[in-house]
């Protein structure tokens, strides 16, 4: 169990009092609630904080003053109910999440604290919440709570049944061996900034002509409205495809976030302008728009992610070939510890493409895909995972119909 320091215990209280006590003006029970938490009387608190609940008062500060009283009487389930209430306004969601932390820890959850304390350190909020949230995150991780930069490295082998032709979004009807690399990473700049750059690589054996290579770099800005977290940024990307440059990508995003308790809803809008490095490449120059929608359930089955995301394109086309799609994609993901090391990922998939009518050919295409997967944590930097992936697509046109199953071995390095 992780006792409360005396510095955390006067900052905890610091905040209760002057954040959220000394701005209230709510009249009879809740006031009453108040003075009697200043006593340190709060099992009388909370009756009174019980009874402005029961008379319809809907403020998140009663909400959050609940959670804490019963968080100084033990009872920390009745504590959790009320700061995952509290977490659902954005106001109030960092500091809810940092007390989640306290509780989880309270209940000898420790992973669960560390959840929640990576949210309070993460979110855009109060500079002084972070820092303590980031000095709990030390205690049960060493070294991470402070950490500006994160990032990893991800070594993949695979099999291929049937490689599809990228830039024809076709299948080559031959399967291949791969190779896989993946190198990510992040860093903090000030409180709500952030920039990152990834590299990914893609190495058939024999198929070199589908081999694929991006560079990018993103930036970020987190800020909070109303009761949600907003996130703007933009990211540029160059690609390769076989011994080709392939395609030069500026995208420009918006990610919305809103805790809804233990769960999430999220919405993204990304617009991309995309331009062809070899003229070879010139009909897929265009725009896309994705609007996407996410919401994270938890249960006792799992983590559960239901995803729903359109997709408009404007390219340039061929004579005979129309490369715009409108796409209807549909994901189901569940994900689920299965010991304290071992993770379960299992995910269905349904996605419609509809192609604009090019000298009279019109292409629609149905794609059922399944994916499950395996992760064993071996310690804190090293992970290796397992996954299979199958891919059934079915078009009006008979060449561009295709099943695939594609299955690979990877390890991970985090840092």
Known sequence: ????????????????????????????????????????????????????????????????????????????SKAKKYFLIANKDAKFSQLAQYNLGLVALKQKKNKQALKWFFRASRDSGNPRIT???????????????????????????????????????????????????????SARLGHSYRLGGSWYQQNYSDINGSDFNVLKINGSYLFALGNWKIEPGVAFSNSQLGSRDYLDTLDLNVVAKRSLGQDQLTVRYRYSDISAK?????????????????????????????????????????AAKSYSPTRHDFRLRLRKRLADSWKLKLEAQYRFSNYPSVAGISRKDNRLRAIAGVNYRLNRQWTIASQAIYTDNKSNLSGQAYKRTDWQIAAQLAF
């Open 1 to 76: 169990m992780v006792v409360l320091s005396k510095v955390f215990q006067k900052v905890f209280f610091g905040f209760l009092i002057s954040i959220f006590f000394a701005s209230v003006s709510y009249a009879g029970n809740f006031e009453k609630g108040v003075k009697l938490f200043k006593s340190a009387k709060y099992r009388q608190a909370v009756k009174q904080f019980r009874r402005a609940e029961a008379a319809g008062v809907k403020k998140t500060s009663l909400f959050y003053n609940l959670g804490v009283s019963y968080f100084k009487l033990s009872n920390y």
């Open 131 to 185: 820092a303590i949230a980031n000095k709990q995150i030390d205690k049960l991780k060493p070294g991470k709570g402070m950490q500006k930069f994160d990032g990893g490295l991800v070594v993949a082998y695979g099999n291929d049944s049937n490689v599809l032709l990228l830039n024809e979004t076709s299948p080559s009807n031959k399967s291949d061996s791969y190779l896989e690399n993946y190198l990510y990473g």
């Open 278 to 318: 070899s003229s070879v490449y010139n009909y897929l120059e265009g725009v896309r728009h994705q609007a996407r929608v996410e919401y994270f359930k938890s249960t006792d089955v799992g983590r559960l992610r239901y995803r729903y995301q359109l997709e408009l394109n404007d390219r340039q086309d061929r």
